[in-house]
């Protein structure tokens, strides 16, 4: 009875308590503080950033030590094209900027800032969980999607491995017989690996390395401006690869067989979707013994020139190439084959000069690889997309910037293979050095002995243009040229004339467009018979079909001094025409020949990086750097 009475009076207090106004409860509440329980997770969450394109201290391997590699370069050279060879480490990547990631744990595994290569979605990896030396779970995960895994202890820290073969259809073993994994022959291994504590943080971010050395064979006909087409015959022998295999713990690659991959033109793959003018095909290989008689042999390589579609074909018979490469794991090697427009030379020894077969014209201001090209042809043109004034690199109109300024023929893909002459290497072909305005006015006034051009003749054959006897670069026969005649196997600079009307040049300063400003809609659009916006002034005047003219790379006035101020006072130019002796100056006597000179143009004057005055827009002849 006294526990029954007891149970019903603590009711009655409870009952009573209830039924008080608030007041007493939200007394309490004022003088206490809710207390938040933070409820561990059994669940550690995953995501890919990204792939390490060069890993600088490889992956580990028995007894080796890493060693850097210095980038060869060579040019073999044909009638009709060049090919340059070099051995890099420059692979093509597709990138991200990985700059705002969240560093997660401090690990191998963090996303560095910078750029790295993206991992395509849906990319099949594993990853397995340890505590010490023993496995406690793996699972099959895909890139680009968020993954689990669930059942960890809340408060414990694991090692975490991951590992891929950048592959969609073929993943790992998630249950490895052993510490160590057998790995499949040429396949792009991936690994990574970290510690993780789900008590502070439990996700990680993955940061892949290549476990493999990766060895890329990319052809390139960027430089001969064009995209391949059809199916080039191309084989590549002397590959002695090895597959091998991964101690999952440390990361140990050791190497096992022996294979030799079978590649053919469909192992190359397109670099960037929207072009087909550059193709790379990989190897992968766990060994690192030196690769010193790889081959390649290339055969019946098709192109469209980018200007008019012109149909190209190189390399007739088989051609090979070689090479040498010391893998190195963990490192990506490029074994590079560049197809480059081959040049024409004009003398020999000292004086020998490799010119260009026909001019340089901007191709697509967007993209740098391609911004520049040479005419598919060389012949007599007026396009307004190949006059450039002195020292830029935008056709038909003035620099406005410091990044408009440069030798455009240094921005020819491969960079740096060619340039603008220098007044040395134009004196070569001229027979005088004059005012440009004193230079023009010689036209049709020549007194005295003919002064004709060293090696030059006149040449009117698809257009009026100078001639010089070249030393080397000409063909004969059927070939990507055409005949021994044709125009590009010939050094001919045709009459495209320039722009020097005052009035002109003022029009195209006061626009801020260039030629745009004065009617034109379009960089390619031609020139001939173009007037001035709501005047009657012709932009090319009377010099088309009557003198070619182009520019050098060599101010009239510079030095040490100059240079360091920033400024420089005059250009060096080209001019010829075609011409004859005449009798008081009035009747023309004799035969005609070509009448070439280096000309000054002293009113270019840049002074502090800033342009004060700048006159005529000439083409450009561009000339092999080396």
Not at 24 to 36: G, N, Q
Not at 93 to 120: F, H, I, Q, W, Y
Request: overall charge neutral; some cysteine; glycine content about 10%.
């Amino acid at each position: 009875m006294k526990f029954l009475q007891k149970k019903g009076a603590h009711w009655v207090v409870a009952m009573a308590i209830l039924a008080i106004p608030g007041t007493l409860i939200t007394s309490c509440s004022k003088d206490s503080k809710t207390e938040l329980v933070d409820t561990k997770s059994n669940k550690l969450t995953i995501s890919v950033g990204g792939i390490n394109t060069n890993n600088d201290e490889g992956v580990k391997r028995m007894g080796v030590s890493s060693s850097s590699k210095t980038a060869q370069s060579k040019i073999y050279s044909f009638s009709d094209v060049d090919m340059q060879i070099s051995t890099d480490n420059n692979v093509p990547v597709k990138t991200s900027s990985l700059a705002n990631s969240v560093r997660s744990n401090g690990t191998a595994a963090d996303v560095a800032p910078g750029v790295t290569e993206n991992m395509e979605q849906d990319t099949k990896y594993v990853v397995y969980i340890y505590s010490g030396n023993t496995l406690v779970t793996s699972k099959e995960l895909l890139s680009g999607t968020a993954g689990t895994i669930e059942g960890l202890d809340p408060a414990g820290s694991y090692t975490w491995v991951a590992l891929s073969y950048n592959a969609k259809d073929t993943a790992p073993s998630i249950t490895p017989a052993s510490g160590s994994i057998a790995l499949p022959q040429n396949k792009d291994v991936l690994y990574a690996t970290g510690s993780v504590n789900l008590a502070s943080s439990p996700t990680i971010n993955i940061l892949f390395n290549h476990a493999f050395s990766r060895v890329g064979i990319e052809l390139n006909t960027i430089g001969v401006f064009g995209n391949i087409t059809g199916n080039p015959s191309v084989s590549v022998s002397g590959l002695n690869l090895a597959t091998g295999s991964i101690n999952l713990l440390d990361g140990t690659v050791t190497a096992g067989a022996s294979f030799t991959p079978t590649l053919s033109y469909a192992d190359f793959k397109n670099i960037d979707p929207l072009h087909n003018d550059a193709k790379i095909a990989y190897v992968y290989t766990a060994s690192t013994a030196a690769q010193s008689a790889v081959k390649v042999t290339l055969q019946n390589l098709n192109i469209n020139h980018v200007d008019g579609s012109l149909a190209r074909t190189y390399f007739a018979t088989a051609t090979d190439f070689n090479f040498s490469v010391t893998p190195e794991l963990g490192k990506s090697h490029r074994l590079l084959l560049n197809v480059i427009e081959s040049p024409l030379v004009t003398g020999s020894g000292s004086t020998a000069v490799r010119w260009s077969r026909s001019n340089l014209f901007e191709r697509d201001g967007n993209d740098p690889l391609r911004k520049y090209a040479f005419y598919a042809t060389n012949a007599q043109r007026s396009r307004g997309d190949g006059y450039f004034s002195y020292g830029s690199l935008v056709a038909a109109r003035f620099p406005s910037s410091a990044a408009q300024k440069g030798d455009p023929c240094t921005r020819i893909y491969p960079q740096g293979l060619w340039k603008q002459p220098t007044s040395t290497q134009v004196e070569t072909l001229t027979s005088t050095t004059g005012l440009l305005n004193n230079v023009l006015n010689l036209v049709g006034t020549l007194l005295g002995a003919a002064d004709p051009a060293p090696g030059s003749s006149v040449g009117t054959d698809g257009g009026n243009h100078a001639q010089y006897a070249i030393t080397g670069g000409g063909t004969a026969g059927t070939n990507a040229f055409g005949t021994a005649t044709s125009n590009s196997n010939n050094l001919r600079f045709f009459y495209n004339g320039q722009i020097v009307n005052t009035a002109v040049l003022t029009g195209i300063g006061d626009s801020g467009n260039g030629l745009l400003g004065l009617g034109l809609s379009n960089l390619s659009a031609n020139l001939l018979g173009l007037n001035v916006l709501n005047t009657n002034i012709p932009v090319l005047g009377t010099s088309y079909n009557a003198s070619a003219a182009f520019w050098t790379d060599s101010p009239v006035l510079a030095g040490p001094l100059l240079d360091l101020l920033g400024t420089r006072v005059g250009y060096y130019g080209y001019h010829a025409f075609t011409t004859r002796r005449t009798l008081g100056g009035l009747i023309p006597i004799g035969d005609p020949f070509v009448k070439a000179s280096t000309t000054a143009e002293a009113l270019n004057v840049e002074l502090l990086g800033l342009d004060l005055l700048r006159t005529s827009f000439k083409n450009v002849r561009c000339v092999r750097a080396n």
